[in-house]
C-alpha cells in the first residue's frame, strides 16, 4: 500500500538500508528527506529515534527548500540505534492560513470559523480535563458572532492553541519511512590523530614504552603497532624486499607464524605478554590507545597451514600458493582461501579469525588496522564486525585498503569504522577539492569515515620522494585539517624522503625488512611543527569535523583555501596552503563572508596559529602570500571585532 504522503531520499543511510549509516555519541545526527503530497495542505514532520530496543523520542522536524525537511537528534551511547520520519497534513495549520487568506480577501469565513471550532473541540477530548475549560473558551470566542471576525480569529492564535496541535491526534494520513539503521560509535570513530612505529626498531615493547612521552608530547592519541607475532623462516624476505635473506634479517612483521605461534602470539624479541600489557596501560597514561595490526594472512610456518591445510590455496603440484598482486610476489606470504571446500570448515575459519580479535581485545586492545581487507570475501567482514561490536561496540575497525573507489565504499557500509583514502595521491588543487567534497557531501558520507595518510611504511608518494621541509609540512597540514582523523609514519617527523626505485613507492632501506634506528633529534626535524598542529586540532573543534569544510576561491591555482566551522560559528577556522613547495605563491582569496560568520563591512581578525601573527580584515578579498619552502600554509582562527 502506497502512503497518502510521500517521504522518500531519506538520509542519513546506507545504499542499501541493510547496513547501518554511522553517527558518534554526544554528536548531532541530521536527520532529511523530502516530504510532500497533492494538494496544497500544510505537513508536519517529526524523526522519532531511539537506541535498539529501546523507548522512540520524537523531535519535529523543519522544511526548507524544495520540500526538502530535516531535524537533529543526538544519541548519547554508543551502539546500535534507529530512526525513522513520519509526516501528516498538520489541519490546524491548514485552516488558519486558508482562513486568513479568505479574511483579508474580504471572503465571508462564517463557515470556516465553526471549522476551526470543530478542530479544536475534537483534539482538546484528548486532553486532560483539567485543561479543557481554557479550550472551551476559544471554542467560545470563535462561535461569537457578536464579535468581529479578526477578534474571532485571534483567539486561535494562543500558544495553548498550537501546543494543542503539535502533538494532535489528528493524524489520519500519517505516514512513515521505515526504520533506518544508525550504529553510533565512540568519538574516536570520528577524531583521531594516528602514529605508526615498529616496536622492533625501539627494542621491543619495554623499548616502545620509552618512546610513549615523545608520541603522546607530539599530540598523537592512537600509537599503532604492524604486526606483533612471530616471523616465519620460510622464504624469509631480505632488506629491501630481496627474495632471499641473510641470517640475521629479521623479516617482515607481515610474513605471520612460526613453530612459535600464530597471530596470538607475540615475537620473543618484542617481549612477553606482561610486557605488552605494561605498554598498553603505560599508554593509556599518556592519553595514547594502542592500535594492533589485523592481518589475516600467514606464512608457510604459521601453525594453521599444518593444522588446517584446507584453509589454504594450493597448485596443482600440491604446492602451497604464496600472496600475489602482479607484478609483486610476496613469497613469504601464502593468503588464506576463506571459502574452504565445506560449510564447518568454513565456519571453523571464520571462529578462528574472530578468536584472534577476541583475544587482543581481552588483553586490552580497541583498536585494530585492517591489512588489505578488499581480498577478504565481504560476507566475512558482514559477518565478521557485527559478531564483535555486539559485544564490544567501543571497537573500532581501520579498513587499509587501497583499491578501486566501489570496494572502498562497500567496506565502509558493512561496517569498517573508518578507511584509508586516495589522500596520498590528491596533490593539486582541483582534485583536493573535488575529493573532498565528495568524501564530505557525496553519497558515501553518511558511513564512510577518511583517515588521511600522507605516508605508510608501503606509500613514499609523489610530493614527498626527495622533498624538502616545506611540502613535509604542507602534506601534514593538509591530512590534518581536512580529515579529522589522520596519520603518519614514524621518520616522517624526520622527512625521510628516499625512494628504493624511481618506479615505485617503496622506502630505500624499508624497515618493513629491517630494524631501523632513528636520531629522533637530528636538528631540523618536524617535531615541533607536527606537535602543533595536533595542538591546533585539539584546540579548534571545527578541526573535528568533516562535513562542515567549505572552499573558497583563489586566483592562484597554487593557493588551496577552505574553512571548518561550528555549528554555532562559535569556533571558525580558515586554512591557506601553499600547493607549490619550492616557490612563493601569492594572491587574492575571495571569501565567502557567511561561511565564516562575519559581516565583511566591519573589521574582523585573522589570527595565524603556526606564526601567532595576527591579521585584521575587511571586506571578503584579502590578500596572502606564502613562502612554500618555509611557511607553505596559514591556519587562521576567525573573529569579528566588537
Not at 461569537?144 to 489528528?170: H, N, Q
Not at 595521491?425 to 553518511?446: F, I, S, V
Request: charged content about 20%; aromatic content about 10%.
Amino acid at each position: 500500500m502506497i502512503d497518502p504522503i510521500e517521504i522518500g531520499d531519506v538520509r542519513p543511510r546506507a545504499p542499501g538500508g541493510e547496513f547501518p549509516a554511522k553517527a558518534v555519541a554526544a554528536r548531532s545526527v541530521r536527520v532529511s528527506a523530502d516530504i510532500f503530497k497533492d494538494g496544497h495542505s500544510v505537513l508536519a514532520a517529526q524523526v522519532l529515534w531511539r537506541p535498539m530496543n529501546g523507548q522512540w523520542t520524537a523531535v519535529r522536524m523543519a522544511a526548507g527548500a524544495n520540500y526538502r525537511w530535516w531535524a537533529d537528534f543526538q544519541p548519547e551511547v554508543i551502539g546500535p540505534h534507529e530512526y525513522k520520519v513520519q509526516a501528516w497534513t498538520d489541519h490546524f495549520m491548514t485552516w488558519q492560513r486558508d482562513v486568513a487568506i479568505k479574511h483579508e480577501a474580504g471572503q465571508d469565513i462564517s463557515v470556516e470559523l465553526e471549522e476551526g471550532a470543530a478542530l479544536i473541540e475534537l483534539s482538546a477530548l484528548e486532553m486532560e480535563p483539567s485543561k479543557r475549560p481554557r479550550y472551551r473558551e476559544v471554542v467560545a470566542t470563535l462561535r461569537d458572532e457578536s464579535l468581529g471576525f479578526a477578534e474571532r480569529l485571534a483567539a486561535t492564535g494562543k500558544s495553548f492553541v498550537t501546543e494543542l496541535f503539535a502533538d494532535s491526534p489528528l493524524r489520519h494520513d500519517l505516514s512513515s519511512s521505515r526504520p533506518m539503521p544508525v550504529w553510533v560509535d565512540r568519538e574516536r570513530a570520528l577524531y583521531s590523530s594516528w602514529y605508526e612505529l615498529f616496536p622492533r626498531s625501539l627494542g621491543g615493547f619495554m623499548g616502545t614504552v620509552e618512546h610513549l612521552p615523545r608520541v603522546a608530547g607530539m599530540g598523537f592519541d592512537v600509537l599503532y603497532l604492524p604486526p606483533i607475532h612471530p616471523i616465519g623462516a620460510t622464504a624469509r624476505k631480505g632488506r629491501n624486499n630481496a627474495v632471499t635473506h641473510e641470517p640475521d634479517d629479521v623479516g617482515s612483521p607481515w610474513a605471520i607464524g612460526s613453530k612459535l605461534g600464530g597471530h596470538t602470539a607475540i615475537h620473543p624479541d618484542l617481549g612477553t605478554i606482561d610486557d605488552f600489557h605494561a605498554l598498553v596501560d603505560q599508554a593509556a597514561e599518556h592519553g595514547l590507545e594502542i592500535a594492533l595490526d589485523y592481518a589475516l594472512q600467514c606464512s608457510v610456518d604459521h601453525p594453521w597451514v599444518a593444522e588446517h591445510p584446507e584453509w589454504f590455496h594450493h597448485r596443482p603440484d600440491g604446492s602451497i600458493k604464496f600472496a600475489e598482486n602482479p607484478p609483486k610476489k610476496y613469497q613469504d606470504i601464502v593468503p588464506i582461501n576463506f571459502w574452504p571446500s565445506t560449510d564447518r570448515s568454513r565456519s571453523e575459519l571464520w571462529d578462528a579469525c574472530k578468536q584472534i580479535l577476541d583475544y587482543w581485545i581481552a588483553h586490552g586492545v580497541k583498536i585494530f588496522r585492517v591489512d588489505n581487507p578488499h581480498t577478504k570475501p565481504l560476507a566475512f567482514w558482514a559477518w565478521l564486525i557485527p559478531a564483535v561490536q555486539i559485544k564490544h561496540p567501543e571497537v573500532i575497525f581501520l579498513a587499509e585498503a587501497f583499491t578501486h573507489p566501489k570496494m572502498m565504499a562497500q567496506l565502509a557500509e558493512i561496517g569498517f569504522t573508518q578507511s584509508y583514502t586516495y589522500f596520498t595521491w590528491r596533490t593539486h588543487k582541483q582534485e583536493l577539492t573535488d575529493y573532498l567534497n565528495e568524501l564530505a557531501y557525496g553519497p558515501t558520507a553518511d558511513y564512510m569515515r577518511p583517515n588521511f595518510w600522507p605516508n605508510t611504511p608501503d606509500i613514499l608518494s609523489g610530493p614527498l620522494r626527495g622533498g624538502g621541509p616545506g611540502v613535509f609540512k604542507q602534506r601534514l597540514v593538509l591530512a590534518a585539517t581536512m580529515a579529522p582523523s589522520y596519520g603518519i609514519y614514524s621518520g616522517y617527523e624526520l622527512m625521510e624522503n628516499e625512494p628504493a626505485r624511481p618506479t615505485d613507492e617503496e622506502y630505500l632501506f624499508s624497515e618493513k625488512y629491517e630494524i631501523k634506528h632513528r636520531d629522533f633529534d637530528l636538528p631540523g626535524n618536524l617535531v615541533g611543527f607536527v606537535t602543533r598542529i595536533n595542538e591546533l586540532r585539539r584546540q579548534h573543534r571545527a578541526l573535528r569535523q568533516l562535513r562542515n569544510i567549505r572552499f573558497h576561491h583563489a586566483d592562484n591555482s597554487q593557493l588551496i583555501v577552505y574553512s571548518k566551522a561550528t555549528h554555532d560559528l562559535s569556533d571558525v577556522v580558515l586554512v591557506v596552503v601553499n600547493l607549490d613547495p619550492g616557490g612563493v605563491q601569492e594572491g587574492l582569496i575571495e571569501l565567502d563572508a557567511a561561511a565564516l560568520g562575519v559581516d565583511p563591512t566591519r573589521p574582523y581578525t585573522a589570527t595565524d596559529g603556526l606564526t601567532w601573527t595576527e591579521y585584521t580584515w575587511t571586506g571578503n578579498t584579502p590578500f596572502v602570500r606564502l613562502d612554500g619552502a618555509d611557511q607553505p600554509a596559514h591556519i587562521l582562527h576567525i573573529t569579528q571585532i566588537t
